[in-house]
């Protein structure tokens, strides 16, 4: 069965912009703790689509086979969240983090701390959405993967037509290093105007 289009306004939209940067700027804030680079991480541009379009729109995002943690949450409005770098910006920063040559950092040294890192990152970043929104989030144990960014996002299951998505997509960069990547954070939900109504209740109905 079709569903129907779902309205998003503009003021929806800036509030949802507004919910990722607060976590983002926790994200920065802890990583910079870590790291003598700064830790930049811009406005996030934030895209509804339906999800038969999802891969397309990844792949436009993505760079080809990308190193990425890729963590799901559960909640009123479960989903996925993955932290994405090209694979040279992976070893890069792998080799910032641990203050080691890049010729040194294995497989398995670039697997430990991007998911530390990932770690880090998404629950700073969907921590502080369910404490603005006061909806708790339960979160699985993140996974490190190599492949296309469409394909991270995928979970496995059929969509229906008129399923939609969030995207949220963040730039990460390391100041002073080769070192650039992309936060992203997808909304799969039958259900969306449940994150919708959250949004409206907690953020705009005061205004």
Request: glycine content about 6%; aromatic content about 6%; some cysteine.
């Amino acid at each position: 069965m079709h569903k129907p289009e779902i309205a998003i306004t503009d003021d929806i939209l800036d509030a949802l912009k507004e919910l990722v940067n607060i976590g983002v700027g926790k994200a920065a804030h802890s990583l910079n703790d870590l790291l003598d680079s700064h830790i930049q991480l811009n406005v996030p541009d934030v895209v509804i689509v339906p999800f038969e379009k999802l891969p397309e729109t990844m792949e436009k995002l993505g760079e080809g086979t990308v190193s990425a943690v890729v963590q799901g949450f559960k909640g009123i409005f479960p989903g996925k969240a993955a932290l994405v770098f090209p694979q040279d910006s992976a070893k890069n920063l792998v080799s910032v983090f641990n203050e080691e040559d890049i010729e040194d950092c294995d497989q398995e040294l670039v697997k430990e701390t991007l998911t530390e890192i990932g770690n880090i990152v998404i629950n700073g970043i969907m921590g502080a959405i369910g404490n603005v929104l006061k909806s708790p989030i339960d979160f699985v144990l993140p996974d490190y993967m190599e492949d296309s960014v469409a394909n991270l996002m995928q979970n496995g299951k059929a969509h229906e037509s008129g399923d939609y998505v969030l995207i949220a997509k963040s730039h990460f960069v390391v100041e002073n290093q080769n070192v650039h990547g992309y936060i992203f954070l997808v909304f799969e939900m039958e259900n969306l105007d449940a994150l919708i109504s959250l949004v409206s209740k907690t953020l705009l109905e005061d205004e």
